[in-house]
């Protein structure tokens, strides 16, 4: 697939460019004992690609106006996972701890190899069959797409809590950030998609440009226009993808806060660039989210049956809500 049609992360989603984005209508949180934190063992969830990783469960929830929320799926023992992903995928780690330097893998570094195995597509030195059907990359990408889901749970449990002492008039934009946070299955986060539309954003569609976003894509898509954004090494498709709508017509949604709009900026301080990005600009699953999901499946027939030329494709790889 063409990777101007192609966001690497995120949601199983076709976002088809309507250009609407969406804000949350001032949802509360009841009180702090609302909040289990346990995991929950009697759900087991199947993973092809884990197996004999560990076992993966439910990581708790939240309750938000009385409604449960799910919170992300976990490694029941991720100290046992972590363990048992070096046997599952030993080439591929031998690699990267080789041409990043890196030590072995911990809980301490995992960022790091979680980066490099990205990085590692424009290294010289990768080996021939590595690209993004590899059977290591895939099984290191599904790892790490849960093994990040624990601190994930730590921070929205944390940022529930402390709701508690947020004053009215900032609790809407806390519950935005809360909402675009949590797996995007879950009903704070549905209702933060499907609320009031942004018009700023909705009059954008129509200056949208599908030959233009097809042609900006083919140019840069090997070859990436660092001249004018800045290219993260470590996973560029979101930012990619956002630099194809706004060279196709669309108009930037422009705040100070990264957790707001749909942006990039570009300063010079003595003669050097310096880029800074909304949340929604560089990462997939919050990109989508503020664009509008319009069409999900997990159905090949019906996802093939539903794009078009200059359709957004957001993909969940473990359907775990992000």
Not at 43 to 68: A, F, M, P, Q, R
Not at 230 to 257: P, W
Not at 260 to 285: F, P, Y
Request: hydrophobic content about 35%; glycine content about 4%.
């Amino acid at each position: 697939m063409n990777k101007y049609i192609k966001v690497i992360s995120g949601i199983v989603a076709i976002a088809l460019v309507s250009m609407t984005a969406f804000i949350a209508t001032g949802t509360t949180v009841l009180a702090k004992d609302n909040i289990e934190t346990g995991k929950s063992v009697s759900t087991t969830h199947s993973y092809t690609l884990l197996d004999n990783v560990e076992n993966v469960v439910d990581g708790g929830k939240v309750y938000i106006n009385g409604e449960s929320n799910q919170l992300y799926r976990v490694f029941d023992d991720e100290s046992a996972a972590l363990q048992n992903i070096k046997n599952k995928v030993p080439n591929l780690l031998k690699v990267l701890e080789k041409e990043y330097n890196l030590l072995e893998l911990s809980d301490e570094n995992w960022e790091q190899y979680r980066d490099s195995m990205y990085m590692l597509f424009d290294s010289k030195n990768k080996p021939k069959d590595y690209d993004e059907s590899n059977i290591e990359f895939r099984t290191l990408r599904s790892f790490f797409d849960i093994y990040e889901n624990s601190d994930k749970n730590k921070e929205i449990i944390k940022r529930v809590s402390d709701l508690k002492g947020v004053p009215l008039n900032m609790k809407e934009m806390k519950m935005d950030e809360i909402s675009t946070m949590l797996p995007y299955t879950e009903p704070a986060a549905k209702e933060f998609i499907s609320s009031h539309a942004n018009s700023a954003v909705m009059s954008a569609s129509a200056s949208y440009d599908i030959q233009k976003a097809v042609n900006y894509a083919n140019k840069y898509a090997k070859s990436p226009n660092k001249a004018s954004y800045h290219y993260f090494r470590n996973g560029d498709c979101a930012n990619f993808t956002s630099q194809i709508l706004e060279n196709a017509g669309v108009k930037q949604i422009v705040y100070d806060n990264v957790a707001k709009g749909w942006w990039h900026k570009v300063t010079s301080v003595l003669g050097i660039k310096r880029h800074k990005h909304s949340q929604s600009w560089s990462m997939a699953d919050t990109f989508a989210r503020y664009q509008g999901i319009m069409y999900s499946t997990t159905s090949n027939s019906k996802f093939n049956s539903n794009i078009s030329k200059g359709s957004l494709i957001v993909a969940d790889f473990n359907n775990d809500g992000d």
